[in-house]
């Protein structure tokens, strides 16, 4: 009985032994390669026959098992070692990616090959996108050509969804950018991708795994500024990816002032030091006024707990207005930062429902402060309103824009009459 009970786990560990060594027997991708090399070589560079041969391939060949060794073949003519050289020993073709025509048209018939064979075998989706991952990382081991085809046919494949831009990571590798190699390479991929798409499907792919922040790791620390991305990438003529990465600075420094904003409002921070501090980082960040008044009007609004019963809330926002009104009107000094602040005061009492009563109110307070002008108020309701609550703001507005006109007529008769 005991001697029995001893036998069966060495059986059964001799059992799993043996099928794990018969596992990574089998896993010899010579023969796999082989197979590819010989049938690439036979349809040579007919794409439309690699294509039909690789479809058909797929029935008798292992994708799943080899999917690198395919991928590596059918890019570099054969299995690439660590560091992206060809593996010495191994079967090689000259019918690949690196060995054709380095133009956009040869490397889009590329990219259907490739779309078609992942199109028929979808289980090679994944493998694929981190077969692009690791040849990003091999970049140093390829020549400027065959990166420039890579790059191109990467950039494609992106317009087309065949892969995500999630693969970019591998360009903040810190040695290629260090040499200027993500650099380089970025600029013949984004080139090919807006050939295909537009920037903004560029920026929305972006935007999906969280690049569209980073596009200054492409170089070094020392070079990462505004002013040098721009000028490599409108040498380039990528104009449009530079503005679109000034633009997402931007964006970036009005989020980090209007966070900062609100703390120094909650700390309840002297309001000419407020002024003192905006003035300043509205400078840094090349911030328009009309852009500025946008974000005190949101630091402001932000810092408070708002009562949600509708009677009670509109005192509330006179009262802290008026708090607030020397820091508002310290950036309305054109006529175009006044429209800017009536818009956003509109946006924001039409988005908060328990303010849609309080619209009338905040522009009188904000007229009787000097913050807004009566040129910009009667400006606003002619034709600088937004359709948001139109009527209903329109309409709480009509009996002080009457008596604004009758003041300014006013005002004029008895000028003419001192004359």
Same mark, same amino acid.
């Given at each position: 009985?005991?001697?029995?009970?001893?036998?069966?786990?060495?059986?059964?560990?001799?059992?799993?032994?043996?099928?794990?060594?018969?596992?990574?027997?089998?896993f010899?991708?010579?023969?796999?390669?082989?197979?590819?090399?010989?049938?690439?070589?036979?349809?040579?560079?007919?794409?439309?026959?690699?294509?039909?041969?690789?479809?058909?391939?797929?029935?008798?060949?292992?994708?799943?098992?080899?999917?690198?060794?395919?991928?590596?073949?059918?890019?570099a003519?054969?299995?690439?070692?660590?560091?992206?050289?060809?593996?010495?020993?191994?079967?090689?073709?000259?019918?690949?990616?690196?060995?054709?025509?380095?133009?956009?048209?040869?490397?889009?018939?590329?990219?259907?090959?490739?779309?078609?064979?992942?199109?028929?075998?979808?289980?090679?989706?994944?493998?694929f996108?981190?077969?692009?991952?690791?040849?990003?990382?091999?970049l140093?081991?390829?020549?400027?050509s065959?990166?420039?085809?890579?790059?191109?046919?990467?950039?494609?494949?992106l317009?087309?969804?065949?892969?995500? %831009?999630?693969?970019?990571?591998?360009?903040?590798?810190?040695?290629?950018?260090?040499?200027?190699?993500?650099?380089?390479?970025?600029?013949?991929?984004?080139?090919?991708?807006?050939? +295909?798409?537009?920037?903004?499907?560029?920026?929305?792919?972006?935007?999906?795994?969280?690049?569209?922040?980073?596009?200054?790791e492409?170089?070094?620390?020392?070079k990462?500024?505004?002013?040098?991305?721009?000028?490599?990438?409108?040498?380039?003529?990528?104009?449009?990816?530079?503005?679109?990465?000034?633009?997402?600075?931007?964006?970036?420094?009005?989020?980090?002032?209007?966070?900062?904003?609100?703390?120094?409002?909650?700390?309840?921070? $002297?309001?000419?030091?407020?002024?003192?501090?905006?003035?300043?980082?509205?400078k840094?960040?090349?911030?328009?006024?009309?852009a500025?008044?946008?974000?005190?009007?949101?630091?402001?609004?932000?810092?408070?707990?708002?009562?949600?019963?509708?009677?009670?809330?509109?005192?509330? %926002?006179?009262?802290?207005?008026?708090?607030?009104? $020397?820091?508002?009107?310290?950036?309305?000094s054109?006529?175009?930062?006044?429209?800017?602040?009536?818009?956003?005061?509109?946006?924001y009492c039409?988005?908060?429902?328990?303010?849609m009563?309080?619209?009338?109110?905040?522009?009188?307070?904000?007229?009787?402060?000097?913050?807004?002008?009566?040129?910009?108020?009667?400006?606003?309701?002619?034709?600088?309103?937004?359709?948001?609550?139109?009527?209903?703001?329109l309409?709480?507005?009509?009996?002080?824009?009457?008596?604004?006109k009758?003041?300014?007529?006013?005002?004029?008769? +008895?000028?003419?009459?001192?004359?």
């Open positions: 009985m005991n001697n029995q009970k001893q036998q069966k786990p060495t059986l059964t560990g001799q059992r799993f032994k043996t099928r794990k060594r018969d596992e990574k027997e089998r010899d991708p010579t023969q796999f390669q082989e197979s590819i090399v010989q049938g690439l070589n036979q349809t040579g560079s007919d794409l439309e026959a690699v294509a039909k041969f690789l479809d058909a391939s797929g029935a008798k060949l292992d994708y799943r098992r080899y999917a690198e060794t395919l991928f590596d073949i059918l890019v003519g054969g299995m690439l070692a660590p560091g992206g050289t060809l593996s010495d020993d191994m079967t090689r073709t000259e019918f690949c990616l690196f060995t054709a025509h380095e133009d956009l048209e040869t490397m889009q018939a590329y990219a259907q090959v490739f779309n078609k064979l992942i199109r028929r075998y979808k289980y090679l989706e994944k493998g996108e981190e077969e692009i991952k690791k040849l990003l990382l091999f140093k081991g390829f020549d400027e065959e990166r420039n085809k890579l790059a191109m046919l990467a950039g494609i494949l317009a087309n969804g065949n892969i995500s %831009a999630s693969i970019l990571n591998s360009l903040y590798n810190e040695n290629l950018v260090k040499e200027g190699v993500s650099a380089a390479f970025a600029v013949k991929l984004f080139k090919s991708w807006i050939n +295909e798409k537009d920037i903004n499907c560029v920026a929305c792919s972006l935007r999906k795994v969280g690049m569209d922040n980073r596009l200054m492409l170089f070094p620390a020392n990462r500024s505004p002013e040098h991305f721009s000028k490599y990438f409108t040498d380039a003529g990528l104009k449009e990816l530079a503005d679109f990465a000034r633009n997402q600075l931007s964006i970036g420094a009005r989020k980090e002032l209007q966070k900062e904003l609100h703390e120094q409002m909650a700390r309840g921070d $002297p309001q000419k030091e407020i002024i003192a501090y905006t003035r300043e980082e509205m840094k960040a090349g911030l328009s006024e009309q500025m008044i946008s974000i005190i009007w949101s630091s402001v609004m932000s810092c408070v707990e708002w009562n949600k019963k509708e009677e009670l809330v509109t005192e509330q %926002a006179i009262k802290h207005l008026k708090q607030y009104s $020397p820091l508002l009107k310290a950036f309305t054109q006529g175009q930062s006044e429209i800017s602040l009536l818009i956003k005061v509109q946006e039409y988005d908060n429902i328990h303010f009563k309080a619209f009338q109110k905040i522009v009188v307070l904000l007229y009787k402060a000097d913050v807004l002008s009566e040129e910009a108020i009667l400006k606003w309701y002619t034709e600088g309103h937004l359709t948001k609550g139109k009527s209903v703001f309409e709480q507005m009509k009996k002080f824009v009457e008596w604004l009758n003041a300014e007529e006013e005002s004029e008769s +008895e000028e003419d009459e001192a004359d």
